[in-house]
């Protein structure tokens, strides 16, 4: 797991955003933490360790929870926990206040579900980017998001549309999921082009983004052309680099029209659709607690072309993303229909 610092969703959060009302979005996102909105129906609480507001994971988990609020008639409230050490308290208060659903986000909740959860049989817990357990628990879910087989198909569209021989991986931090994520693109470039060279390099950080230019500008000077940034908030930095230079970069951010001329991709993981599916279960009464990978098959990760992507150029590799996009679609096919493995390979790069 990245810790605190998963990949950011694009498209699919675009399009959610767009199917909501303004007066809802306001109204999720703008709440204070811990204010309850007016509805009769169940209640659900969403905890994160991090504040709304950037764009990122706890923006898309609200996005989610406002669409299952509409939908279902929810009496939903947002915490931002950023205190580890308030992690227990706050789960417990909920618990005490007889919440329905508690969705908490990243596996620093471990600890705290593990205490609180067998407390309060009677509410449903959810923890989003968390390991299975060894011990299950009856009243819980957690989720984890395979990271791999995006990385994989990022390798395609990459190895598909570069107009050299060079491609390039830059991540956050240096940890054994972003090890196995570069293999996982290294394995999806070869899969595609045994010629193409993959070059890697990590931040060392999941936000400075002038690390993550300088980084991305080293690779960029090497002659890669197209780059897959799993940085966090330093691919911010990467997007920079890759517009001064004129490569291509596939991101884990959000898009933004200051990167419109140059990100063709966003490798995601969709907590809004994790959110609003794990809700839509709650309400059917098919909610089953254990363990779930949140993938391609599910719609919670995916390999989705930018929206806001000003066009495609007549030269390099801006002129093959067309047929690059064909050859990601069947790769993407292949995996869902377990014809292709993705590897898991945590060894450094």
Known sequence: MFG??????????????????????VASCGRAAGEEAS??????????????????????????????????????RHIEAT??????????NLGQAKLDVVIVAYTGFTEAITAVAPEFPDTQWIHLYADPRKAEL????????DTGAPGFLAG????????????????????PQVNADYHAFVAGVRATDPAVQVLGAVVGNWSDPVKGQQVAQTLLARGVDVVLSYGGGSSV????????????????????????????????????????????????GTWKAGHLVADLSNDGTALNKAELFRGTGAEGPRAKLPPA????????????DKKITVPFDTTGF
């Open 4 to 25: 605190n610092h998963p990949l950011r969703s694009g498209r699919a959060l675009v399009a959610l955003l767009a199917g909501l009302s303004a007066a809802a979005l």
């Open 39 to 76: 509805s009769s129906g169940q209640s659900v609480a969403l905890v994160t360790p991090e504040r709304a507001g950037d764009g990122g994971p706890t923006d898309q988990m609200l996005a989610g929870l406002d669409r299952a609020k509409a939908e279902f008639g929810l009496k939903t």
């Open 83 to 92: 205190d580890t050490s308030t992690y227990e308290s706050t789960l417990r």
């Open 138 to 145: 009856s009243n819980v879910r957690t989720i984890s998001y």
């Open 156 to 175: 395609v569209l990459a190895a598909t549309a570069t107009g050299g021989t060079k491609v390039g991986f830059v991540g956050g931090v240096a940890s």
């Open 237 to 284: 930095g990467v997007v920079k680099a890759a517009r001064q230079s004129g490569g291509l970069v596939i991101t884990d951010t959000l898009e933004s029209q200051d990167g419109a001329d140059v990100v063709v991709a966003t490798a995601s993981q969709n907590y809004d659709v994790t959110v609003y599916q794990q809700l839509s279960e709650v309400q059917r």
């Open 325 to 336: 996009w064909t050859a990601v679609e069947k790769a993407r096919r292949g995996i869902v």
